[in-house]
């Protein structure tokens, strides 16, 4: 069986195609409209005159492919909020504090100072608009969250979304593009005048119906550490997870039981199928169950928050419980292809989510891996098939997503299959107990003794868990990983699981083709990284310096042990730059790279002694100086101030440097200096 016989398969893969084209080539939205409406009537008319010769025409499937990739381009342009001429962006005000309403559409995580919303503009200045934007409510001891729907009047600027300042930082600022988020503002409390609280969506609805859940399992006793993986594993929400809980379980390879996924999913499926299972005595039962349980997993779907995973999960889940209602044989790979199609025709920006991406390929590497694996075992009694099951859907499910999790994560939990193999039996258990309490909580009748046990598992789980994170040689961390070899990689996944169907001399050719080309990329990334390098990173209060030699990395700072320890500005330019060895040294007064010289003034000012002209000069820990003599004494080429000095400070030689018209570099504004 060939995979790319399912038409669907190829349609889908054309409209992906589509969406990739239409996010990295801005084609004109009215010309590929134009584009989609001729190919869809060429595509018509050729099979309305050719419909009983069709089946072998190459030329008919050409145009079927070209409607489909246009389409995939219009689905993102038309989802592509900026187009809209009253989007926020393509507002021109006459003042930076502007009177907004917006409404509150996503709760987000909170950091240390502030809660977090998506929101959407209604009106500026009293005149139509709209757009998604982050807001940020600077949080005080007696805030309470905001509920979504809740309609708010602030006055307030628009700011821009953090660029990443330092080399291979996390794209913040980018992540938020992919969910239609351009600019945020800053708001205290006292800031926000309230106008409404009535819900009107189904998001706010299922807001609520979460918040009086929450609420009803404090009141039943439920602790806050518990109550956040409740959260997680049945409604879809991570946000209140303590971080050293999250890390565990990202460290132990099971970070994928706190997102809501097909696995989750499934196991529902199975509890609603017994729990209707007496509908088919009726009548019209076989139509009936799996309306009610398509319902119900909508319902759950949209409680959890219609993230990728969930989304994609009951998509899929759906259209088996279809097919099985018409008793019609189900291809999972077709199944696949279906949900992605209609998800993706919807919500064209999940294809760039990493939710949806390890989503997809997790469930593609147990369904062409997993058979592979079992085969290898074939054990002979009930208990050992059951956990060899297990042990294979979770290696295979690891197979299928660690290129792209090195790619994104650079990290490779080593005792994954361990967690998975104690963790993935009781899940079942935990869920359907999870949903159960959460019914008794609504109905106020749930009992003392429940919540004593439920809370004795959710917390035996967590201590499993940390057991299993805490052997940190088997967590391999800061794994350098390329686009390039992602791609060689899943070549070569296909290529083995076509060998294994069989034995064909193209698929060898193919994986052979595959070795060499990520043997290829590796010798390309030692050949890229051998160049030298002088940074000056961007770090609040601190100053960091790094001296790159080949794959060599010399870092020169002013942190205590425990801050360098947690530091990421170098372990995301050392994974980045693949650097084999670093090593650490106290600040100094004068840096040589190449032929240029850098001289660095500290808090203490010193610098008359030099008889030599910096081509540079790095300005650390705010020293009181006269610029203007400083750059009439020394004429440096460049000025540069780090994150360590005084803004008020910052600003002053800035202006200095533009009277002198000498550039000015602070790395807190353009970024990390770099001399390469």
């Known amino acids: 069986m060939k995979l790319l016989n399912f038409t669907i398969i190829k349609l889908t893969l054309c409209l ?38 069709i089946i072998d025409s190459t030329f008919f499937a050409i145009l079927g492919y070209a409607c489909m990739t246009s389409l995939g381009i219009n689905a993102y342009n038309i989802q592509n909020e900026r187009l809209d001429t009253i989007h926020y962006t393509n507002f021109q005000v006459e003042s930076n504090f502007n009177d907004i309403v917006f409404t509150t559409e996503e709760r987000l995580k909170p950091d240390l100072y502030n809660d977090k919303y998506i929101g959407r503009i209604q009106s500026i200045n009293n005149s139509a608009a709209n757009g998604r934007i982050l807001i940020n409510i600077k949080r005080d001891s007696i805030a309470s969250n905001l509920p979504i ?31 239609q988020i351009y600019k945020q503002i800053y708001l205290k409390k006292s800031e926000t005048f309230l106008l409404s609280k009535e819900k009107t969506s189904i998001y706010g609805f299922a807001d609520a119906l979460r918040q009086n859940i929450n609420q009803n399992l404090k009141q039943a006793g439920f602790k806050d550490d518990v109550l956040s993986i409740i959260n997680a594993l049945l409604l879809g929400q991570r946000q209140s997870i303590d971080k050293s809980i999250y890390n565990n379980y990202v460290n132990s390879g099971t970070i994928h039981i706190l997102a809501v996924s097909g696995l989750h999913v499934g196991i529902i499926l199975l509890i609603l199928n017994y729990l209707f299972s007496p509908l088919l005595y009726l009548k019209h039962g076989r139509i009936l169950r799996p309306l009610i349980i398509i319902t119900l997993l909508w319902a759950f779907a949209i409680v959890a928050g219609l993230s990728p995973s969930v989304t994609r999960a009951v998509t899929m889940f759906s259209i088996i419980s279809f097919a099985m ?30 939710g949806f991406q390890l989503s997809y390929l997790a469930v593609l590497g147990i369904v062409s891996i997993q058979p592979i694996l079992y085969r ?28 792209i999790s090195l790619f994104y994560f650079h990290q490779f939990p080593g005792l994954f299959f361990v967690s998975n193999l104690v963790i993935i039996p009781f899940l079942g258990i935990i869920l359907g107990l999870g949903l159960l309490v959460i019914c008794l909580s609504l109905l106020h009748l749930l009992p003392s003794w429940l919540v004593h046990i439920y809370t004795f598992i959710i917390e035996s789980l967590n201590n499993f868990i940390a057991w299993i994170a805490q052997f940190e040689d088997f967590l391999f961390r800061d794994i350098p990983f390329t686009f390039l070899q992602v791609i060689c990689s899943y070549w070569f996944i296909v290529s083995i699981v076509q060998l294994n169907r069989g034995k064909n001399y ?41 001296q790159k030699q080949s794959n060599q990395l010399t870092i020169h700072h002013n942190l205590d042990a425990l801050k360098l320890k ?9 994974v980045g730059e693949m650097i084999d060895t670093i090593s650490f040294d106290e600040l100094k007064s004068i840096y040589k790279f190449k032929d240029k010289t850098i001289l660095v003034i500290d808090s203490l000012g010193v610098y008359k002694n030099i008889s030599f002209n910096p081509d540079y000069i790095l300005l650390r820990e705010s020293p009181k100086i006269n610029l203007n003599r400083l750059i009439d004494k020394q004429e440096p080429k460049l000025i540069i101030a780090d994150a360590s000095n005084y803004k008020s400070y910052v600003k002053r030689w800035k202006l200095t440097c533009d009277n002198k018209k000498i550039p000015f ?10 001399l390469d």
Not at 326 to 354: H, Q
Not at 512 to 537: D, P
């Open 325 to 354: 209602h018409l008793k019609r044989p189900t291809n999972i790979y077709n199944t696949l292809a279906i949900s992605a199609f209609f998800i993706l025709l919807g919500k064209p920006m999940f294809l760039f989510e990493v």
């Open 376 to 403: 290898i075992g074939n054990p002979r009694f009930l208990l050992t098939d059951k956990l060899w099951q297990i042990f294979t859907v979770t290696v295979a499910a690891q197979i299928g997503v660690l290129p």
């Open 566 to 574: 947690t530091e990421n500005t170098v372990k995301n330019y050392s």
């Open 149 to 179: 729907d809740a309609v708010l009047l602030v006055k307030s600027e628009f700011k821009g979304i953090q660029k990443p300042l330092n080399p291979h930082q996390f794209n913040y600022s980018e992540y938020l593009e992919l969910k």
């Open 16 to 53: 992906v195609i589509g969406i990739i084209l239409g996010r990295y080539f801005r084609f004109n939205f009215h010309i590929s409209t134009l584009l989609s409406i001729g190919l869809i009537i060429s595509t018509s008319v050729y099979w309305f005159f050719q419909r009983g010769k």
């Open 506 to 546: 193209k698929w060898i050719i193919a994986c052979l083709i595959a070795i060499i080309g990520f043997q290829s990329t590796l010798f390309i990334n030692k050949y890229n990284s051998k160049h030298e390098a002088f940074i000056v990173f961007n770090k609040s209060r601190h100053s960091i310096i790094g």
């Open 665 to 674: 570099h602070y790395t807190n504004e353009k970024g990390a200096f770099i």
